[in-house]
């Protein structure tokens, strides 16, 4: 199947700071790139949905100011969690999908950690 | 909105077992299910995708079936062993994808 690489997989950083994570299509062109989390023994919440060129559409209560979703490009979205406090440590996956259709591909996950 | 619901939330079995996870939906309007299996601290791993159009689909031990009417799809794993253990998720997409809460199963040597 096609390829979605998160990264990173893990990081831990102080609060106050931005963090970064990447989601690339590796093997196809992703017109919509999803962006969730997940809390301890949760089920994965979405957080937002992207298409490539134009502004990402937040799910309710998720601050659009605080979680910056780029995407720019048909091959990579970006999820920056800007100054983090301990509340946002959680488990983060993306997905993307070629069309609305078609089968979604998931990141690996990204795991982080504030403290 | 879609809800996405899956019973039981945990199961336990001894291996070599036959089971069935399910997962129902209130909104039939859907393009796709999707089962899922994530292993503790881990990503997804797809297992079976189930367009609209079709009833089932299989994969060696696993067979999903979709009843899109009802709202519901259940995920058969044949003959269980310890590595199936983990927790199982199904997802429907709509316009978005809505993730069941998952099933926790633990297959017992």
């Known amino acids: 199947g096609a390829v979605v690489s998160q990264h990173p997989s893990w990081v831990i950083c102080k609060s106050g700071t931005s963090v970064k994570i990447e989601c690339r299509s590796l093997?196809?062109?992703?017109?919509?790139m999803f962006w969730y989390r997940q809390f301890p023994k949760q089920s994965l919440m979405l957080m937002a949905t992207s298409n490539e060129g134009s502004k990402a559409t937040y799910e309710q209560g998720v601050e659009k100011d605080k979680f910056l979703i780029n995407h720019a490009s048909l091959t990579l979205s970006t999820l920056t969690v800007t100054s983090a406090h301990p509340e946002d440590s959680s488990f983060y996956i993306c997905?993307?999908?070629?069309?609305?259709?078609?089968?979604?591909?998931f990141g690996q996950g990204t795991r982080l950690t504030v403290v | 909105k879609q809800e996405v619901t899956q019973i039981p939330a945990a199961l336990s079995v001894p291996e070599g077992e036959n089971l069935v996870l399910n997962c129902s939906f209130t909104?039939?309007?859907?393009?796709?299910l999707q089962w899922f299996r994530q292993d503790p601290g881990k990503g997804l791993t797809s297992l079976l995708l189930?367009?609209?159009?079709?009833r089932e689909q299989t994969s060696g031990r696993l067979n999903a079936s979709l009843d899109k009417s009802s709202g519901r799809s259940t995920l058969y794993i044949a003959a269980s062993q310890p590595g199936d253990s983990a927790t199982y998720l199904c997802a429907v997409a709509g316009n978005q994808f809505y993730f069941g809460t998952g099933t926790s199963l633990t297959v017992i040597p």
């Open positions: 093997d196809f062109q992703a017109t919509t």
């Open positions: 997905s993307a999908t070629a069309g609305a259709n078609t089968e979604a591909f």
């Open positions: 909104d039939s309007a859907i393009y796709n």
């Open positions: 189930i367009q609209s159009s079709q």
